[in-house]
């Protein structure tokens, strides 16, 4: 290998935030080599995993007068011209105005209009290296990172964190988030400037240029928007949900994961259009996570056997249908949960073991429907079929 003379950074690019020399392994440098380092630039004499020396601006003859640790590598007999193994890392030192960072996907996020929302964001960031030695330290000895893609891959991760660690306790809604990104800004980067310290870097400012939203997310505030638009949001989705009934039952149950295949729904009983409206109400003020409420309809059943067992579970199916910040898929899976447990129930002698486990897979997959689900396991149609599923299983 040869001996490299002169040691520079000429070529730097205005992106490039470290370079190595050489490119790979260590080089062989030697008492009398040139060291020329440029305006913000600093150079790093890095051995052995660890970084020892830093130069600033200007051009250096290495000597062991300014290179204190070449003592212990350079032999008497050889008359101070022995090469000696390292490497050099060039660390720009100039401020980075363009730096970008963006969320790789959707972060979730409770929100108070909308229950749960998912959303992308994206901006950029300044920053500037102020301590090299702490840097190469740092991102080079302990990550091996000293390709510029690698190091903004690192520090988008750290800023997407802290954003989403704010973002969460602010607890913003997302309809308010467009007056408030210096607000979010400004607090991303109070979070993050000790991470970049300890880097040995200066977050010197954070921008967020949009917020946007998932499809789902967006259909959801659509809904709102229709909602809102018409005036009586509890009008407008008990009118959706009848007309959906009302397709569902003129298409025979067809596709339909609701109500018309098991004759839940329309056929529900008299009492079934005061269900519609209470369970209604409840949907436009309750969201996944919201705090329970019981269902009118759950606790005072009209008439009694399978009739009340329907009604129980209807207004349950009605409930879910009424989440419109939970996507149409994982709604359909719901109610066919609510189904299997509504039919184990109405049969003559029902399996409680079933029963339980339906139960379970239901509040274990969607914590937020446990409070309804207990609620309507109390009401006494269900109190009735769960005694025959006691029964039933004490005769087995």
């Known amino acids: 290998m040869a001996i490299l003379d002169v040691i520079e950074w000429a070529d730097a690019a205005a992106r490039d935030i470290v370079q190595r020399v050489p490119a790979r392994g260590s080089g062989e440098f030697r008492i009398g080599s040139q060291l020329v ?16 020396d830093t130069f600033g601006p200007g051009r250096f003859t290495l000597t062991t007068a300014n290179i204190p640790f070449l003592t212990e590598l350079i032999s008497i007999p050889f008359g101070g011209k022995s090469p000696f193994r390292a490497e050099v890392y060039f660390v720009n030192a100039r401020t980075f105005t363009e730096m970008k960072w963006g969320t790789p996907e959707p972060i979730a996020l409770r929100d108070e209009d909308l229950g749960m929302a998912r959303l992308r964001a994206f901006g950029n960031y300044a920053m500037q290296v102020t301590d090299s030695q702490l840097f190469v330290n740092k991102i080079v000895g302990a990550r ?23 973002l969460g306790e602010a607890g913003v809604s997302l309809l308010d988030l467009p007056r408030m990104y210096d607000e979010i800004g400004a607090g991303t980067r109070a979070r993050a400037s000790d991470d970049f310290k300890a880097l040995g870097m200066d977050l010197k400012a ?8 998932t499809e789902e997310t967006q259909k959801a505030i659509d809904e709102r928007a229709a909602m809102g638009a018409i005036g009586d949001m509890q009008s407008y989705l008990q009118f959706k949900t009848a007309r959906a009934l009302g397709e569902a039952a ?39 996570g919201a705090p329970s409420q019981a269902p009118q309809a759950a606790q005072q059943p009209a008439g009694g056997g399978a009739e009340s067992l329907n009604q129980v579970f209807t207004a349950m199916q009605l409930l879910v249908q009424g989440q419109l910040t939970v996507d149409q898929k994982e709604r359909d899976q719901i109610i066919a949960q609510l ?16 029963i339980k486990e339906l139960r379970a897979t239901v509040t274990e997959k969607w914590p937020w429907l446990s409070d309804e689900l207990q609620e309507a ?20």
Request: no cysteine.
């Open 206 to 213: 954070f921008y967020v240029q949009n917020v946007n939203t």
């Open 37 to 52: 380092v440029r305006e913000h630039q600093a150079a790093v004499f890095f051995r052995d995993g660890k970084a020892l």
């Open 377 to 396: 396991f109390s009401t006494p149609a269900v109190k009735q079929a769960m005694a025959a599923a006691a029964a039933a299983f004490t005769e087995s």
């Open 339 to 354: 189904q299997n447990i509504y039919l184990e129930l109405a049969k003559d002698k029902p399996d409680l073991a079933r």
């Open 144 to 166: 091996g990172l000293y390709q510029t893609s690698e190091i903004e891959d690192f520090l988008r991760g750290i800023i997407v964190s802290r954003f989403t660690d704010f």
């Open 250 to 288: 003129a298409a025979g149950g067809e596709g339909v994961a609701g109500p018309a295949q098991t004759g839940l729904g329309l056929g529900a009983g008299v009492g079934l259009g005061a269900t519609i409206a209470q369970m209604m109400g409840r949907a436009v003020g309750q969201q996944p």
